[in-house]
């Protein structure tokens, strides 16, 4: 069945870098796509970015210039990174896959703090 | 970007009592929407893809509808386990956007 679990520090210092893992099961990177979405607490949710099948990527503008996502189809990994954190970056991580642009499966998400 | 309006904020209702929820595209983006119920405390779970396509192992109570602007999602007679957030999704166009809920509660 398909999986997705995220995996990543907890807490993270002002202005440094975020880096999560997603680790996936049950299906191929090369066959689908994965996002990363966020929530900070108590609102709503974001999306952040995409990597398709392809290995093609593609940001939300507004974090556009901070982000990068890239994978390891050999290890079935995908990876956010994600520079110049504030603490309006706190927030709950998601990675979800979709094969047709809606996410029909979701990670149970990392809680990522930024604080000094 | 694409911005969807979800109403109410909040619906206050009874469990047994059928509800309807609103979202609004701010163009017109065909049945490109998708509908997610988040428990708290809980990842989102998909309900409905493209407005009205049923998703395997969602009850039958959720329905969707709607095209262009004006979407609805449905649920026939709540049951106390409907109570949780739900939130709207385009794919229209990059980005893709949500809507910024409508917490369902228990009158």
């Known amino acids: ?116 | 970007d694409i911005v969807l309006t979800q109403s109410p904020a909040t619906l206050s209702v009874t469990p047994g009592e059928s509800v309807s929820l609103s979202c609004r595209a701010s163009q017109g983006i065909s049945t490109s929407i998708h509908w997610y119920q988040q428990k708290s405390n809980e990842s989102p779970r998909l309900l409905i893809k493209y407005a009205s396509q049923s998703i395997s192992g969602i009850p039958s109570r959720f329905s969707g509808s709607g095209s262009g602007t004006d979407f609805t999602l449905s649920i026939n007679r709540v049951e106390s386990e409907d109570f949780s957030v739900y939130y709207c999704q385009q794919s229209y166009s990059l980005p893709l956007t949500f809507g910024s809920g409508t917490k369902l509660e228990i009158k």
């Open chain 1, 1 to 116: 069945q398909v999986q997705l679990k995220e995996s990543g520090p907890g807490l993270v210092q002002p202005s440094e870098t975020l880096s999560l893992t997603c680790t996936v099961s049950g299906f191929s990177l090369t066959s689908n796509s994965v996002h990363w979405v966020r929530q900070p607490p108590g609102k709503g949710l974001e999306w952040m970015g995409i990597i398709r099948s392809g290995g093609s990527t593609d940001y939300n503008s507004a974090l556009k210039s901070r982000l990068s996502i890239s994978r390891d189809t050999s290890k079935s990994q995908v990876f956010l990174k994600m520079n110049s954190l504030q603490t309006e970056d706190t927030a709950i991580y998601y990675c979800t896959h979709s094969y047709s642009a809606y996410f029909d499966y979701w990670g149970q998400g990392v809680m990522v703090t930024v604080s000094s």
